[in-house]
């Protein structure tokens, strides 16, 4: 008996983004990088109007519109996220709050903010989606060429 296994490019897209960002991280579990991705989702999702959402949740491959559609409770009041430095104090102060807690400092949060949202946009176009704030698309690009100098 033989089984036929489907085979979908973005699935092949999303391992290839949760094992970049487990050999940048130096990580070991996959369970970790998903929960630290929706952690990121968690406070992206708070600043996106519901036809946003729904702009990145179809661009998302499957594995990673799990992340993206099952963090947090959806508000009716929109949080304003202008600039890198406030997503970063969102997630942190978040994560403060939660007894497992999977950031050690800022700069940790900032570092894999930084990682995650660049590999979403190498594998999904995610910065191209424009659901982002232009002056938080701006920082990350500077960001990401701060770290290749």
Known sequence: MTVALSYYPQDEKS???????????????????????????????????????????????????ILFISNGEYEETLTSIMHLDELVDNIYQEDKRCPNSLFT???????????VLHKLDKFFG?????????????????AATEEAA
Do not use: C, H
């Open 105 to 115: 400092s800022e700069i940790d949060v900032l570092n894999t903010v930084i990682l």
């Open 15 to 65: 391992l290839k983004f949760f094992n970049e960002i487990k050999n940048s991280l130096g990580l070991t579990s996959t369970w970790k990088i998903a929960k630290l991705t929706r952690a990121i989702f968690v406070q992206i999702k708070r600043s996106l109007s519901p036809e946003e959402a729904v702009i990145v949740t179809k661009r998302l491959p499957y594995p990673i519109q």
């Open 126 to 142: 995610f910065m191209g989606l424009n659901v982002l704030r232009y002056s938080l698309v701006q920082e990350l690009k500077q």
